[in-house]
């Protein structure tokens, strides 16, 4: 028998295969009613002559569009919504590259729905409202930061809304409030470790810490169990984005045995990325979510560029959603780097405005005691390597201008015209030589 304590939601986390099927159906059917009347599927259906009534079981999902960032971005900003403005309560954004953001929009029903997922993610892994939570996340249009904080407030926690960075004040927060549990990307947590180590602070003896929630960038189980051992702790892989509402899409259990992804919420589908047919359980493809409980902007067949595959449909928990394996990559030419998505045309529109550099570039990821970095080598239009002044003046320049854009410092090196390496196809621009493990 189930002890309904380890459930939050337990009449949606503890249905059945056959119930979160029918469940799913249910959902599927009013969603796609709902999108029907927004202009822009409305056009997709009637182009594929397709109507609402033709979705009569879950694997008349297949019949749907697919929806892309790109249309997110073409139909910039309200176009997608399918219900008036004056209904929406929350916007947020992703950045754009050279063209619009995406903008995803809430009515204050998906605001609370969001907060119910995101606590249900947190009270699975034994968080309790006793605990006190502390979030080292951006806030703002990010949704990471404001998602969490739903979440561990909806569950009833102290939450400490730290945001990201500032290290120190971090160590002192997570050691005056009682902190026990952190939200941050795994690089900055190998961070704050760095910094306790220089401080004489021992996590274990010094800090209640026990829960760690971790993710936006790629990790390796191997740097999950290095996390684990040094700061003393459960860490728990997550998975969130923002056109799908932000944190609280898919989260470990207690098994740590792959992301459970709610059922009760999205439709998952695996698909080749060429081909866009499902893949059998087991083999990677592009991970592929459908909303069914969102009012403002719900998505269909979104493509998310994240490569993953199923793990199982069942879990020891009790829990039956699908379990996904984190995530391998992405099928497109975005970078994750600490938790920040970055795309190469970003950091060449920026380049390009200084006259004094040329057009070749090269970037250059590695990962160094466990934090991810970023070196971006940038030829110079004119020799001029005897004026250090000057050289040095560029290249603070440069780097301001960088992380104005991405968000983050990247190692900026002015080097001389002609001495990075040219194709005579297409120009190599990222070289990822961070450490992956299988």
């Known amino acids: 028998m189930l002890d309904k304590s380890e459930y939050l939601h337990p009449d949606k986390e503890c249905l059945s295969r056959q119930e979160i099927e029918a469940l799913q159906l249910e959902r599927l059917k009013k969603t796609v009613r709902h999108c029907y009347t927004n202009a822009f599927y409305k056009k997709r259906f009637d182009e594929m002559g397709i109507t609402p009534d033709d979705i009569q079981t879950l ?37 754009g590259t050279t063209g619009n953001p995406t903008v995803i929009l809430h009515t204050q ?47 009833g926690m102290l939450t400490v809304p730290a945001a990201a960075g500032n290290t120190l004040r971090q160590i002192k927060f997570i050691r005056d409030f009682g902190t026990t549990a952190i939200h941050a990307v795994p690089s900055y947590v190998t961070r704050i470790h760095e910094v306790m180590e220089d401080l004489g602070v021992d996590p274990r003896r010094d800090t209640k810490l026990k829960v760690l929630a971790i993710g936006a960038e790629p990790h390796s189980e191997e740097q999950r169990k290095r996390i684990e051992k040094m700061m003393g702790v459960k860490a728990y892989n997550s998975f969130g984005m923002s056109e799908m509402c932000g944190p609280g899409v898919g989260f470990e259990c207690k098994e740590q045995n792959g992301l459970h992804f709610w059922e009760d919420y999205y439709i998952v589908e695996i698909v080749d990325p060429e081909t866009l047919e499902p893949v059998p359980d087991g083999e990677i493809g592009e991970l592929v979510l459908t909303t069914l ?25 009790g829990r039956n959603h699908i379990r996904l394996d984190r995530m391998k990559g992405r099928s497109d030419d975005m970078m994750v780097l600490r938790g920040v998505n ?23 990821l590695t990962t160094d005691e466990n934090n991810d970095n970023m ?25 301001r201008a960088l992380k104005d854009e991405i968000l983050l410092t990247p190692h900026v090196k002015l080097v001389p015209k002609g001495s990075l390496p040219v194709s005579d196809g297409k120009a190599v621009r990222v070289i990822d030589k961070r450490t992956v493990y299988q």
């Open 59 to 95: 694997d008349d999902v297949r019949k749907l569009p697919f929806t892309t960032k790109q249309d997110l971005r073409d139909n910039y900003p309200f176009g997608l919504a399918c219900v008036p403005l004056e209904k929406c309560t929350r916007l947020h954004s992703s950045s």
């Open 109 to 155: 029903k998906d605001i609370d729905e969001w907060a119910n997922a995101v606590a249900r993610c947190l009270h699975m892994v034994g968080l309790r409202p006793t605990d006190v939570f502390q979030n080292s996340s951006g806030y703002g249009m990010f949704t990471g930061g404001l998602g969490f904080q739903l979440g561990a407030e909806r569950l």
């Open 293 to 317: 409980n969102r009012e403002a902007m719900p998505l269909l067949r979104y493509r998310t560029r994240d490569l993953t595959r199923v793990l199982g449909r069942t879990c020891p928990c």
């Open 342 to 364: 970055i795309f190469p045309i970003q950091i060449e529109k920026i380049l390009m405005q200084f006259k004094e550099l040329a057009n070749n570039y090269l970037i250059t």
């Open 375 to 399: 070196t971006v080598e940038v030829e110079l239009e004119e020799l001029f390597t005897d004026d250090f002044q000057r050289l040095q003046r560029l290249q603070k320049d440069v780097t």
